[in-house]
DNA sequence: GTTAGATTTGACAATTATTGTCAAGTAAAT
DNA sequence: ATTTACTTGACAATAATTGTCAAATCTAAC
């Protein structure tokens, strides 16, 4: 599966954007684009959406994407990582308010 | 499923410890701990550890638990959770050795 | 092989989130 | 009404994230 990163610079590409048109639109610098497209750098929830307007991407897809790479982040080098995604799939099925 | 301020509760008063105890133990204040049982905050991965080990609990079971509420954290009110947990399950599955 | 534009890199600054202290506040037990 | 355990909330300290900037690298065209 393609990381979002991927799914973002393929598609600015094949759009003939350059860093410098998409990242204006973000307010950022190309510096932070430029990471966020080889995966050095989290983008923000907010960058995200606008990213999927700007480039034309199905909003969802893009989200659920990087949703889970920020969970996949959370549990990097735990051994214990699959069992905790296991036990965070039944809890919210359940349908659990959660706690605050 | 018990969250796992009650288990570090309940397992606290069926040893007869004070929060001033535990807390000692854990190099903090008794607020933050107190907090911590009731869900208010989030504890670091290392009291997780401590705590198992002073309260002779399951150090994995409670790893797990804390790990998932990380995980249930992360995406809180995100309609689209569920669907990057499943995609972040199949990628872990997967054998990715991610980004960076 | 030099220039020009695009991207990348890394040092560091700004901002935001997390983790903590402290002091005052409840509540229950004596 | 004191004492003890715990709770609450304002705020401080620390740590993580997000950003800028300037210089470096890369590529393609002259």
Same mark, same amino acid.
């Given at each position: 599966? #393609?990381? $979002?990163? *991927?799914? +973002?610079?393929?598609?600015?590409?094949?759009?003939? /954007?350059?860093?410098?048109?998409?990242?204006? &639109?973000?307010?950022?610098?190309?510096?932070?684009?430029?990471?966020?497209?080889?995966?050095?750098? #989290?983008? $923000?929830? *907010?960058? +995200?959406?606008?990213?999927?307007?700007?480039?034309? /991407?199905?909003?969802?897809?893009?989200?659920? &994407?990087?949703?889970?790479?920020?969970?996949?982040?959370?549990?990097?080098?735990?051994?214990?990582?699959?069992?905790?995604?296991?036990?965070?799939?039944?809890?919210?099925?359940?349908?659990?308010?959660?706690?605050?």
């Amino acid at each position: 599966m #393609k990381t $979002t990163g *991927e799914i +973002i610079r393929e598609k600015r590409e094949k759009k003939g /954007l350059l860093l410098r048109h998409v990242s204006a &639109q973000l307010d950022i610098d190309t510096a932070i684009l430029s990471k966020i497209e080889r995966g050095e750098r #989290k983008a $923000t929830r *907010e960058q +995200i959406t606008k990213l999927a307007d700007i480039l034309e /991407l199905d909003k969802e897809t893009l989200l659920i &994407q990087y949703l889970s790479e920020k969970i996949l982040y959370e549990i990097q080098d735990e051994d214990l990582g699959i069992q905790a995604l296991k036990v965070a799939e039944k809890t919210i099925k359940y349908g659990v308010t959660k706690n605050k």
